[in-house]
């Protein structure tokens, strides 16, 4: 059964760090371009961060860059997000999938930046 668990997120103050993971079943993630997204209060979901399959190049939204950095261990089958030097607009439920042939999404996991 194809299936994405996120895990990781929580309270953290501003200029505060947390790190996402997305547990991948059903399917070898390390075949597919995976990808973060957020979905902020009242708003859509929006793509954060990807990495490539071949390759790993990564590509990152423009309010991330140089803060939040995506990686992968093909061993775990899991993909992760280092956030670094939060920010309160960075508070959202955050998603991973497939950037393309995306499968169910998961519940996501809650980050909420606050002082």
């Known amino acids: 059964q194809v299936q994405l668990v996120e895990s990781g997120g929580g309270l953290v103050q501003p200029g505060g760090s947390l790190r996402l993971s997305c547990a991948a079943s059903g399917f070898t993630s390390s075949s597919y371009t995976m990808a973060w997204y957020r979905r902020a209060p009242g708003k859509g979901r929006d793509l954060v961060a990807s990495i490539t399959s071949p390759g790993d190049s990564t590509t990152y939204a423009d309010s991330v860059k140089g803060r939040f950095t995506i990686s992968r261990d093909n061993g775990r089958n899991t993909v992760y997000l280092q956030m670094n030097s939060l920010k309160p607009e960075d508070t959202a439920v955050y998603f991973c999938?497939?950037?393309?042939?995306?499968?169910?999404w998961g519940q996501g996991t809650q980050v909420t930046v606050s002082s």
């Open positions: 999938n497939r950037r393309f042939s995306a499968v169910n």
